[in-house]
C-alpha cells in the first residue's frame, strides 16, 4: 500500500492508496475518526474498510485529516475535513479518469465527512456510514438525501445511543427514492471492539449486491 502526499486546502496530506489493476476500477475513499480522540487512518475500523475495498476490486485509499500523523495544518472542526475529503477524491478522479463510479465510506466523525462531502459531489455513486455520530451533529443538511447506501452500527454504543440513529434511518427512507440499508451489530460498542471482521463482511456483501447489475452488463459486452 504506497504511502502518498497530496496537496489539501491547508497543506499536504499523507495517505495510502491502492491502485487496482483494473483500468476502469471504481474509487473508494475511506474517512477515519475524530482527529482530536486518537482517529487516524491506521484506525482498526478506517483499515477493515480500506482492505475490504480493495479486496472487491477497487482503487481505494485512506488518509490522514489535517493535524493528524504527517498532514499538515489543524483541526478545523469538521470544515477544513470535508475540503480535505474534497481534495483526496480530486486527487484519485485525477490519477484515475476512466473510473467506474466513486465510494465514499467513513466510521463516526467520518461518517459525518462523507455524508457532508455526498451532498457537495454529485458523481458519489455509493456511500457506507458507520457509527454516525447522529446525536451529536445535525445531519438535516440530507434533505433530498442524493441516494441510498449502508448504515451501520452498534445496538451497545455508550457514545452515539443506537434509537439516534435509528430515527436518522427512518426519515432518510421516508425522502422519495432513498433506501437505506441499515444493519445493526449485535454487542457492538462504539469502537466495534470484536467486531471489525463482522464489519468487513457487511460491507462486501453490501457492495456486491449493489455492483451486482453492473458488472453482469460489463460481462455481457
Given amino acids: 500500500m504506497p504511502e502518498v502526499m497530496f496537496a489539501g486546502p491547508d497543506g499536504r496530506l499523507e495517505g495510502r492508496y491502492h491502485h487496482?489493476?483494473?483500468?476502469?476500477?471504481?474509487?473508494?475513499?475511506?474517512?477515519h475518526p475524530h482527529p482530536l480522540h486518537g482517529g487516524t487512518m491506521n484506525n482498526r475500523i478506517a483499515f477493515t474498510l480500506y482492505q475490504t475495498f480493495q479486496k472487491l476490486g477497487f482503487s481505494v485509499m485512506r488518509f490522514n485529516f489535517r493535524g493528524v500523523g504527517r498532514?499538515?495544518?489543524?483541526?478545523?472542526?469538521?470544515?477544513?475535513?470535508?475540503?480535505?475529503a474534497a481534495a483526496a477524491l480530486d486527487w484519485m478522479q485525477m490519477v484515475n479518469p476512466n473510473a467506474g463510479g466513486l465510494w465514499i465510506a467513513g466510521y463516526s466523525f467520518g461518517a459525518f465527512v462523507g455524508m457532508q462531502l455526498l451532498m457537495r459531489r454529485p458523481e458519489i455513486s455509493g456511500w457506507i456510514s458507520i457509527a454516525p455520530p447522529a446525536n451529536h451533529y445535525d445531519f438535516g443538511f440530507l434533505a433530498p438525501?442524493?441516494?441510498?447506501?449502508?448504515?451501520?452500527?452498534?445496538?451497545?454504543?455508550?457514545?452515539?445511543?443506537?434509537?439516534?440513529?435509528?430515527?436518522?434511518?427512518?426519515?432518510?427512507?421516508l425522502?422519495?427514492?432513498?433506501?437505506?440499508?441499515?444493519?445493526?451489530?449485535?454487542?457492538?460498542?462504539?469502537?466495534?471492539a470484536d467486531h471489525a471482521v463482522e464489519i468487513g463482511a457487511a460491507v462486501e456483501d453490501y457492495v456486491t449486491k449493489v455492483l451486482a447489475p453492473s458488472r453482469m452488463a460489463l460481462a455481457a459486452d
Fill in 145 to 173: 438525501c442524493p441516494g441510498g447506501g449502508l448504515m451501520l452500527h452498534g445496538d451497545a454504543d455508550e457514545l452515539v445511543p443506537e434509537p439516534a440513529v435509528a430515527k436518522l434511518v427512518e426519515k432518510l427512507n
Fill in 71 to 84: 498532514s499538515q495544518g489543524r483541526y478545523d472542526g469538521g470544515v477544513g475535513e470535508i475540503s480535505d
Fill in 175 to 192: 425522502q422519495k427514492g432513498v433506501r437505506v440499508d441499515y444493519r445493526i451489530l449485535r454487542g457492538a460498542d462504539h469502537v466495534f
Fill in 20 to 31: 487496482s489493476r483494473d483500468r476502469g476500477a471504481p474509487l473508494a475513499l475511506v474517512l
